[in-house]
Each structure stands twice: as structure tokens, then as C-alpha cells.
């Protein structure tokens, strides 16, 4: 029988959740916080003839920080086929079937955590960054140098709210953070603290209470002898000083916790201060990938570096989203960029490649290498890499 695919009703929110804990696991008493609290105008999903769902995507709307300005986003978070209907192309057509809806809303591109790559690759999405745990001996972290005068106290949940504004000051000068909805606040960081230990670090010349820094970690448990393993949460600090004051607080319960769990970018600063280098230290890896919705508006809402000045003329292929298809003449200069219709369409690109480029992951070179661009033109391989240079994106949040 024909299944009937369209955005969910409130009646369709049960049996929807009951696809995405068949298909994640997830606990079947989390209903209000995964699905009745967004509601149902962001889910997208497909129906049998009994009125249950069989498949189901679900949007989180959210900003995220490229080029220092916030591109407005969405990620998907989850997808999901009963497994009784799986490998029919349901997951690519309750993915697919949000750009249109996503586009009307202004969000120009979108994010998600892919268990299957060439499914998502498959409707336009590419690579865009690494998500990894490490095992970090707490040793090495408790013997990070600097920062010795820098006061670092514990926190409660009056500091709640200074650890989101510290965050917030932070994250636009950070490639690929997001700007967080209280929906993943509420998950990370709840107001009650409840099972996190937070560490805070003041700012003292400022004119009001502000939080200069934050670690926030929970305990584990561990194989015997020892009684626990310190997963870090997030640490947060744009002062070298403070941030080795953080990370020490974090490596300190050695005698008792010898690792620390990191779970985040594949670099992050404090690796180039550590004393020593741990052959063990990648757990496991995810890396998240990105499309763009409205290629135009997308190109127009990030920043870019002021010195680059380029014109290419662009040929990009999206089966997915018709708007985005045919030729386009890609300007940069004084940090910015725009997409305007026409050119000679020189440069060949996918939309999974374009997205890639555009969010700072992979080189035109390596795009071209991959199959993901086309040109005769190899000169235009370095200005495109100029036009989209930068820090890789680096992405906190599993959403």
C-alpha cells in the first residue's frame, strides 16, 4: 500500500516516538523532552495505511558560528525507520522532504550525525567535521604550565546562568559552535547542576559578576582499583591563563580518576601545551556532516577572511533541491561573499561538496581529488581555498 508522507499532527507524536525508540534505543519515558516539547510542526514523516508512522525526521533549530557570524540552522536529530520498512529509501525521504519547509524558514543549511553516511551523502550532505573522545591521563593535564595566580572555585546553580553568557561571548569567535537553543542547554547544562561538578573562574576587573572561564565534568565509573573516570562536559575559556587553571582542576583526582574522557573537536589548543603525548588516546570517532538549503543565503550569512577577493563561476548539481541547481558567479571580498545567478559555470560542484567547502572542512584540492569538483581550470582550486579558508570547524554539541 502507497504510504502517505507529510509533517505529523499532535496525534501523530506517540507513534512517532515509538519509531525512534525502535530505532535509537532511546527511553521510552523521554517523550516530553525529545518529541511533545518541540511539537509537531518540525517533524516530517511518512505513514502507513493505519495512520502509524513507519519513518520520521525531527528538526532542532539553531544558530551556528562560521566566519564570526551566526549562520541561522537546523540539525536533525533523530531519523528514523521502523525496521520492518528499512531499505526502501524512507530515511532519504522524510530527510529530503524538510528542505523546502527549512528553506521558507530562513534556515539555510543543515546539520546531523550521521549512522549512515551514504544515506545522508545520498540527499546532499558531506562531511564537516570530527567529533572525538580521548583518553587523556589525568597526569598530563594536572602538569599543564600557566596560570598560576588565576583564582578557580567551585560553582553551583546560582553560576548557571554566567556559565551560558560566558559560553555566549565565547562561541562566536569559535568556527563551527553553535549558538545553543535552550533545548540543548536543558541537556547539557541543566539549571539544578544535577550530577555535574562545575568549576568557575571570575572575572575580576569587570564592572559586573562575569564568569572568565568553566569547567563542567561528571564521574564515571572505572575498572577497579580505581573508583571513577572524569568525563569532561565542556570547558570553556578564550584566556590561555585561565583555561590552564581549568584544565589542571579537571587532571587533578589522578590518585583516584587516572583518565580524563575529552569528547570534542580532533584538535584543541590544550593538546599542543600537554608534556607528554598519549599513543592510546583516541576512544572513538564521529564526524558530523552539514548541507546547504539556500545555497545563496547560505554563502551570504557567513564570514570570511577581509583580504580575499575572487570571482569564480560555479556549475552546482543538486537533485534534492531544484533552487539550488545550474550556474552561479561566486563574488568574495571584504569579508564577505554572495551567489548570483549566472557565469560560465566553470567549476563543477556537487552540493555535498559545496556545503563541505563552504563550512571550512575540506580544500577545493581535496574535493577535486575526490570527485566532488571538476575544473580545467586548477588555478581556481587555490582561490576557492582562499575564499573559504580558515580554522576547521570545531562542533561541541552532539544534538
Known amino acids: 500500500?502507497?504510504?502517505?508522507?507529510?509533517?505529523?499532527?499532535?496525534?501523530?507524536?506517540?507513534?512517532?516516538?515509538?519509531?525512534?525508540?525502535?530505532?535509537?534505543?532511546?527511553?521510552?519515558?523521554?517523550?516530553?523532552?525529545?518529541?511533545a516539547d518541540s511539537g509537531p510542526a518540525r517533524v516530517f514523516a511518512a505513514f502507513d495505511d493505519s495512520g502509524r508512522a513507519v519513518a520520521a525526521s525531527r528538526l532542532v533549530e539553531f544558530g551556528q558560528w562560521f566566519g564570526g557570524k551566526r549562520v541561522p540552522m537546523a540539525g536533525f536529530s533523530p531519523i528514523a525507520v521502523a525496521p520492518e520498512r528499512r531499505g526502501r529509501g524512507l530515511g532519504r525521504s522524510v530527510t529530503a522532504g524538510q528542505f523546502g519547509d527549512m528553506r521558507e524558514r530562513g534556515e539555510v543549511a543543515a546539520g546531523l550525525f550521521p549512522?549512515?553516511?551514504?544515506?545522508?551523502?545520498?540527499?546532499?550532505?558531506?562531511l564537516a567535521g570530527g567529533y572525538v573522545e580521548r583518553r587523556v591521563p589525568s597526569a598530563h593535564l594536572a602538569a599543564i604550565t600557566g596560570g598560576a595566580e588565576v583564582i578557580v572555585r567551585p560553582g553551583g546553580p546560582n553560576d548557571v546562568a554566567g556559565v551560558r553568557a560566558c559560553y555566549t561571548r565565547i562561541a562566536p569567535t569559535r568556527h563551527g559552535h553553535l549558538d545553543r537553543p535552550e533545548e540543548l542547554w536543558r541537556r547539557k547544562?541543566?539549571?539544578?547542576?544535577?550530577?555535574?561538578?562545575?568549576?568557575?573562574?571570575?572575572?575580576?576587573?569587570?564592572?559586573?559578576?562575569?564568569?572568565?572561564?568553566?569547567?563542567?565534568?561528571?564521574?564515571?565509573k572505572a575498572r577497579p582499583p580505581y573508583d571513577y573516570t572524569v568525563?569532561?562536559?565542556?570547558?570553556?575559556?578564550?584566556?590561555?591563563?585561565?583555561?590552564?587553571?581549568?584544565?589542571?582542576?579537571?587532571?587533578?583526582?589522578?590518585?583516584?580518576?587516572?583518565?580524563?574522557?575529552?569528547?570534542?573537536?580532533?584538535?584543541?589548543?590544550?593538546?599542543?601545551?600537554?608534556?607528554?603525548?598519549?599513543?592510546?588516546?583516541?576512544?572513538?570517532?564521529?564526524?558530523?556532516?552539514v548541507r546547504l538549503v539556500d545555497v545563496a543565503r547560505g554563502v551570504a550569512a557567513r564570514g570570511y577572511r577581509r583580504s580575499t577577493r575572487a570571482r569564480i563561476d560555479l556549475e552546482i548539481v543538486d537533485p534534492h533541491a531544484s533552487w539550488n541547481a545550474g550556474r552561479w558567479t561566486l563574488d568574495a571580498a571584504d569579508g564577505s561573499a554572495s551567489l548570483e545567478r549566472g557565469g560560465a559555470g566553470t567549476v563543477e560542484m556537487s552540493i555535498g561538496g559545496l556545503s563541505s567547502l563552504w563550512a571550512g572542512y575540506a580544500s577545493a584540492r581535496t574535493l577535486a581529488a575526490a570527485g566532488l569538483l571538476r575544473t580545467a581550470d586548477r588555478t581556481l582550486l587555490d582561490d576557492l581555498d582562499d575564499i573559504f579558508a580558515g580554522a576547521p570547524p570545531v562542533l561541541l554539541d552532539f544534538y
Open 1 to 35: 500500500m502507497p504510504l502517505e508522507i507529510r509533517f505529523a499532527t499532535t496525534d501523530d507524536l506517540p507513534s512517532i516516538w515509538d519509531v525512534f525508540v525502535r530505532g535509537f534505543d532511546f527511553p521510552p519515558d523521554r517523550f516530553q523532552e525529545y518529541i
Open 115 to 126: 549512522s549512515s553516511v551514504a544515506l545522508y551523502r545520498s540527499v546532499g550532505f558531506e
Open 189 to 220: 547544562v541543566p539549571d539544578d547542576l544535577s550530577g555535574l561538578h562545575l568549576y568557575v573562574v571570575d572575572e575580576l576587573t569587570a564592572p559586573a559578576p562575569t564568569i572568565a572561564g568553566y569547567a563542567i565534568y561528571r564521574h564515571d
Open 231 to 289: 568525563r569532561l562536559v565542556e570547558l570553556m575559556a578564550d584566556d590561555p591563563d585561565v583555561a590552564a587553571a581549568l584544565w589542571r582542576v579537571v587532571g587533578s583526582s589522578g590518585t583516584q580518576a587516572p583518565d580524563v574522557l575529552v569528547t570534542g573537536p580532533p584538535d584543541d589548543p590544550i593538546y599542543l601545551r600537554l608534556p607528554a603525548a598519549d599513543p592510546l588516546a583516541v576512544r572513538s570517532e564521529i564526524r558530523w556532516m
